[in-house]
């Protein structure tokens, strides 16, 4: 089980800023170890978490019964178990590294942050999904490195209709995957020959009232 990072907690002060109505709909999608859901839910909310992994969903279902907060906890690619359902809060913290091999899919732990080439697999996805499930006046938060592009974020989430601005940015130390993959990713020109740290950026997305 790939252990709560830095984007995690970025993501964790993000949603500490965030106005939350006792009973809010939130979701929570690729939950992992269910670090956000568990957070909405003491702020209040009533919190759906998703994730395609049965690990990261059994992981996030026991953290939730040691928490003692009850939060629904369900397996599913992205959106499709809560099709038709709408929310007042969206949280995410999807894959999101470039990986060499774009044309294999991900496959078992590596599905918790490879994303393709560009690493906008699951990235493109939720920009277009997502506003559908935001009631009006509705927030989605997402976490992903500047790697992945924050431009193409913002212009996807505001071509749906959303105001959509990045709020957080924390330059962190590269993690194990981004260490593993350092060479490949200045080939590319992903990273300079100067970079010794990766960018996070939190973009907050608002449905018009």
């Known amino acids: 089980m790939y252990a ?18 006792p009973g809010a709909r939130v979701l929570d999608v690729c939950t992992g170890t269910g670090a956000l859901a568990l957070e909405a839910a003491r702020k209040g909310g009533r919190v759906t978490a998703v994730d395609v992994s049965w690990r990261a969903v059994c992981t996030a279902r026991l953290n939730a019964r040691l928490a003692g907060l009850p939060v629904r906890i369900v397996r599913g690619n992205l959106f499709a178990p809560v099709a ?13 590294v470039p990986a060499p091999g774009a044309h294999r899919m991900p496959r078992g732990a590596a599905r918790a942050w490879d994303a393709g ?3 906008r697999l699951v990235l493109d996805r939720i920009c ?10 509705g927030v989605l938060l997402m976490v992903h490195s500047a790697l992945s592009g924050a431009d193409p974020t913002l212009r996807l989430l505001r071509a749906a209709g959303l105001t959509a601005s990045v709020t957080e ?5 590269f993690g194990p995957v981004l260490r593993e993959r350092e060479g490949w990713l200045r080939e590319r020109g992903l990273l300079s020959a100067d970079d010794e740290k990766e960018e996070l950026v939190v ?3 608002e449905r018009p009232v």
């Open 117 to 119: 080439q560009d690493g």
């Open 169 to 173: 940015r924390r330059w962190v130390a």
């Open 84 to 96: 038709g359902q709408s929310f007042d809060l969206i949280l995410t913290n999807p894959p999101y």
């Open 203 to 205: 973009i907050r997305a």
């Open 128 to 137: 277009r999904e997502a506003p559908a499930l935001l009631r009006p006046g």
């Open 4 to 21: 709560p990072q830095d984007d995690t907690t970025l993501l964790v002060d993000a949603l500490a800023d965030e106005p939350l109505a």
